[in-house]
């Protein structure tokens, strides 16, 4: 399916544990997983089924309790925060639910901010195109709380693609707007995902935005079930 | 790219946060720290300086050692290698001749570099006024009464003893002029050159040798440390703080008000700034972790954040400073006239106090907040951000540097302790009680009606914030209510001790003869006075048939300085039949007129220091007389009452038959002092003193001083406010969402309205009482042991404190919630999500 040399994540035998007071729970267990550079991929679940969860141990924001990780034949789970910080600000972007714009800063400085970051040079002008093409040329020096959210994650989006990631991480990024707003940032998001030959992983309820990613894994209890079209089905009628 | 993103970044932020407004409360409260300092301390420096130059001038000196023999010239030698200034002078009454009249005159002969200290104006033959130093040999200065009563003029001669010597100006003003009502005469300023022609200098004359001192402080120190356990019981070593003047005492409580006062601004902008500096990092957790999810090294947030406080600190400290300078100047430009401050002191240990202030403000209160923010973990941008949790070892440095910044100002360590452990642990007792009141208020919420009940619920819910929310808020009321009631009862002390009808003449030396048509002039002109008191001087000469030169040996254990006064030299000894205004007996009973047993009542210092007590007899010598008296009655006097006051009171029996002069004390109001004056001209052998100079000077000061306190009033109110609304707005998130919900749930926005009103009235209303509790025992510890005054309790105020409270509060929360409260539900949800 996947050849060695195009894989960009490469997941084996993960596990998450946390300790509560008498017991150990497990948030996740046995994920296996390979990501080629380029692909589309949904991450699809229940609520508290571990798709977060995995999300955040994928991008290196968290630490699994066992198995391995490797984010461009890096081993991120052997890494220390810093080291982890350092591969996200060259290789990962990230388009959260909440949008988690620096409320203090303009529009146009949050778009810079992931591109000042890794240090590349022009990050004003690159911010400028991209909030153009995100058709917010005219909210530049607009602070988020003078934005809808439909803007607002339009900005998140441009501010994630401004240092050209290789890999993309998208929490549930159209779960906080309506429907008509969800699908223009659905269509924005694909579409500059396509333009840059992002990898897109995305956690998300919606089954239309799943849709539209070239693969679909299921997180339940902790496990990742196969993507075939039986067993989404099959959570489809569980969920109902 | 180049590496220092940090800095453009912190810049950034910065830039945008002031001009938003978002770090208004805390550059408020570090200003408003700084501010306080630097102008109160600027202030007071400058002001105690010019206190202290003008007061060192009653002395004429930094220093003065008194004896009755020759200054020895090892102490003059001692000053000369310690590099300090001095100057001899030498008093005694003495009777001075011209034109075949004679008049006692008090003489002063001065060495050359007399006065030290204050200014010794004589007026010319011309009437020029010029500050001078001694009199040249062969020439004197004298009181213009001493001319009058003697009928000469400037150049003439007045013969001083056998010196036949010219009189060469008219004292206008003498630095160290006694302000006792009992001076023998006019004074009278001879070079101590001439003393020898004089021959005035007998064995057994009565004189009084001074030595004065002027220098450095540290060199003055050094001087008296040598000095001190030398002086024996006919010396005496003393500065202008040992003075009685009521003015001194005034500033002096004034002083330790202000820095009182000062200290408790500083503490409520402290946790101003404490309470911020929490809200800052709640605030910014979201901002760190998107940081650190995009790639920002931990390095990088730290510099980041340390620029951007540090420079949020400097701007804060640098327009505090401005301010203070502002407010010290405009302080010192009402008070120019008042303290004649011609030169300025260096301003730079204020300055220095203040900046350490601002850093320490900014530092150690933010220390904690600062470093729980740069360490937050990137994974709370999916898992959602926590409170900050909250640790009592946090609160060390910031206790300590508390402490620092008491002590670096009021440089008193025990009060600093007191402040900060009182402080403490009345913080404690008010969180126990907080969280029981809060805890009470679910139960009595449960039962009333729906604003009320949410209210209730709202309070238990948030126990934990609102108990500490109570605490500021009560101590902010209690700090509050303390300096108001403070300043109240100091003013009225002030003011209570001159009435308008203040006594401003005092008349002396008033003969027997006289008493009558004195008494009758002052009931034709209705002028209000004491009422005569005869003067008799004599000698206590025994205690208990101990004769007092052993019992004074006898207390050699006791500080030297207090044996000395009372004994050794005349008393002025009167006689009454009822207790004068201003006394008090504190043992004993005030005789009765039939009484014909010899009786005295004594003062109680005198008694103190005497160990004289009820019942013991006194031995007195008059003339040759001598006789033997028992001690019925102690008495406490006001010293700074402006009246006539006696160490020793006795019954008329006794005293009656000495030949007596008598003097009184008088309030003549401006339009009959041409009367009164022309009436005194017929009697040229009664002195009058006039302190109406005098008590203006010291009702401007009070005046003065008393603005001084309302200005530490006001800044302490802004303090207060601060700390008020840091504490609102700390809990503005949680709010938020809360209301958010509730409005999703359908709930009315007069019943959210009222809810948040009663929640903030009610934290309002029990932190008014609590504050108006602790209050009380504050102001006993303060009005008993700082200022020395009797306590008054001041029930009032726990209404006051209430009231205000519950309108301070529930005004302030209203107004932070305002915008809140009348956002539609959408933008709500919109913001909250």
Not at chain 2, 61 to 89: C, M, N, T
Not at chain 2, 267 to 284: K, T
Not at chain 2, 456 to 483: D, G, M, P, W, Y
Request: aromatic fraction near 6%; proline fraction near 3%.
């Amino acid at each position: 399916m996947n050849s060695e040399s195009d894989i960009i994540l490469k997941v084996s035998d993960l596990t998450k544990s946390v300790t509560l007071e008498n017991h150990i729970l497990d948030l996740l267990s046995d994920i296996n997983l390979a990501v080629s550079a380029g692909e589309t991929l949904a991450i699809v679940g229940a609520s508290g089924s571990g798709k977060t969860t995995l999300l955040s141990l994928l991008a290196g924001l968290d630490l699994p309790s066992g198995g391995r990780i490797e984010l461009k034949g890096q081993a991120i789970h052997t890494m220390d925060e810093e080291q982890r910080s350092a591969i996200r600000a060259k290789h990962v972007g990230f388009i959260f639910q909440q949008f988690l714009l620096v409320s203090s800063l303009t529009a146009l400085e949050n778009v810079m901010l992931p591109a000042e970051l890794a240090q590349l040079p022009n990050a004003e002008q690159r911010a400028k195109a991209l909030l153009e093409q995100v058709d917010l040329a005219d909210r530049l020096n607009h602070f988020p709380s003078q934005m809808s959210g439909g803007e607002q994650q339009r900005v998140a989006i441009a501010r994630a693609f401004i240092t050209q990631p290789d890999i993309l991480f998208a929490d549930e990024p159209t779960g906080n707007l309506d429907s008509k707003t969800g699908l223009h940032i659905t269509e924005l998001l694909f579409d500059l995902n396509k333009q840059n030959g992002t990898t897109l992983i995305l956690v998300t309820h919606d089954e239309k935005l799943a849709d539209r990613c070239g693969r679909k894994v299921i997180v339940d209890g902790g496990r990742l079930v196969d993507d075939s079209a039986e067993t989404l089905s099959k959570l489809r009628t569980v969920n109902e | 790219m180049s590496n220092n993103v940090w800095i453009k970044q912190s810049l950034r932020l910065l830039g945008h946060e002031l001009r938003r407004g978002e770090l208004t409360i805390i550059f408020l409260a570090i200003v408003l720290a700084v501010a306080t300092v630097f102008s109160l301390s600027g202030f007071s420096h400058q002001i105690q300086a010019a206190i202290l130059s003008k007061s060192t001038s009653f002395i004429a000196a930094d220093r003065v050692f008194r004896s009755s023999q020759p200054i020895e010239e090892s102490i003059l030698a001692k000053s000369d290698e310690l590099g300090l200034e001095s100057a001899l002078k030498l008093e005694m009454g003495s009777m001075v001749f011209a034109n075949d009249k004679l008049q006692l005159a008090e003489i002063s002969a001065v060495g050359d570099k007399y006065p030290l200290r204050g200014e010794l104006l004589i007026q010319n033959v011309q009437g020029g006024v010029k500050e001078q130093k001694a009199p040249k040999p062969g020439q004197i200065w004298v009181e213009q009464k001493l001319l009058d009563i003697l009928g000469i003029t400037i150049g003439e001669n007045l013969e001083v003893g056998m010196a036949p010597l010219e009189v060469a100006g008219v004292i206008k003003q003498m630095p160290d002029a006694s302000f006792s009502v009992f001076t023998s005469g006019p004074a009278l300023i001879l070079n101590v050159k001439d003393m020898p022609k004089t021959e005035l200098i007998q064995p057994g004359s009565r004189l009084g040798y001074k030595a004065l001192f002027a220098g450095e402080s540290d060199a003055i120190e050094e001087f008296e440390e040598w000095i001190k356990p030398q002086v024996n019981e006919t010396q005496r070593w003393y500065d202008i703080q040992s003075s009685r003047s009521a003015l001194s005492a005034s500033l002096d409580s004034a002083e330790q008000y202000l820095t009182l006062a000062s200290m408790l601004g500083i503490v409520l902008a402290a946790v101003a700034v404490a309470v911020a500096s929490r809200r800052y990092g709640q605030r910014h957790q979201p901002m760190v972790a998107v940081f650190k999810a995009m790639g920002a090294s931990q390095r990088h947030i730290t510099k980041l954040y340390f620029l951007h406080w540090g420079l949020l600190s400097a701007i804060s400290v640098g327009a505090g400073l401005l301010i203070g300078y502002v407010l010290q100047e405009i302080g010192l430009n009402t008070m120019q006239e008042q303290f004649e401050l011609t030169t300025r002191v260096s301003m730079m240990e204020p300055l220095v106090i203040a900046i350490i202030t601002g850093v320490l403000c900014s530092v150690a209160f933010a220390i904690a907040p600062l470093k729980q923010l740069v360490t937050i973990k990137p994974l709370a941008v999916i898992r959602g951000f926590e409170h900050n949790t909250f640790h009592y070892l946090q609160m060390l440095p910031a206790i300590l540097a508390l402490y620092t910044l008491l002590h670096l100002f009021s440089r008193d360590w025990l009060k600093s302790v007191v402040l900060l452990g009182g402080g403490a642990l009345v913080s404690i007792i008010l969180l126990v009680l907080g969280q029981a009141f809060v805890s009470a208020g679910r139960s009595v919420g449960s039962k009333s009606g729906r604003a009320l009940h949410l209210a209730f619920a709202n309070l238990k819910r948030r126990a934990k914030e609102n108990s500490v929310q109570l605490v500021s808020f009560t101590i902010a009321i209690k700090l509050l209510l303390l300096i108001v009631v403070i300043r109240s009862d100091l003013i009225g002390q002030w003011q209570a001790q001159l009435p308008d009808n203040t006594a401003n003449r005092f008349l002396i030396n008033i003969s027997e003869q006289q008493v009558d048509s004195v008494n009758q002039f002052m009931e034709e002109l209705a002028i209000p006075g004491s009422g005569l008191y005869p003067v008799v001087r004599g000698r206590l000469t025994a205690i208990n048939q101990d004769s007092v030169t052993s019992d004074v040996s006898k207390e050699e254990d006791k500080d030297p300085e207090q044996q000395r006064r009372g004994v050794g030299r005349e008393l002025n000894l009167t006689w009454r039949t009822n207790l004068p205004d201003n006394n008090e007996i504190i043992s004993g009973q005030w005789y009765s007129a039939e009484e014909d047993k010899a009786q005295v009542s004594v003062e109680s210092g005198v008694a103190e220091r005497l160990d004289i007590n009820v019942g013991d007899s006194l031995g007195f010598q008059i003339g040759s007389e001598n006789f033997v008296v028992e001690v019925t009655s102690i008495r406490k006097v006001d010293w700074q009452s402006l009246q006539p006051n006696f160490f020793m009171i006795f019954n008329p029996q006794v005293l009656s038959d000495f030949p007596a002069t008598y003097i009184s004390s008088h309030f003549v109001e401006p339009e009959k002092v041409q009367s009164f004056n022309r009436f005194l001209a017929q009697y040229p052998t009664i002195s009058m003193i006039d302190v109406e100079a005098m008590i203006g000077q010291l009702r401007s000061v009070i005046d003065q001083v008393s603005l001084a306190i309302e200005f530490i009033l006001v800044m302490v109110v802004i303090a207060g406010s601060l700390v008020l609304i840091a504490q609102v707005q700390a809990s503005m998130e949680e709010r938020e969402r809360e209301i958010a919900i509730l409005r999703t749930l359908g709930a009315k926005g007069s019943l959210l309205k009222n809810s948040v009103l009663l929640e903030f009235v009610c934290l309002g209303l029990v932190a008014g009482l609590m504050a108006g509790m602790a209050m009380e025992i504050a102001v006993y510890f303060i009005q008993t042991q700082v200022f020395k005054m009797s306590a008054s309790f001041h029930l009032e105020y726990w209404g006051i404190g209430m009231v205000a409270g519950a309108t301070f509060v529930g005004v302030m929360g209203m107004i932070s919630c305002w915008r809140l409260l009348n956002m539609s539900s959408v933008t709500l949800i919109r913001r909250t999500m």
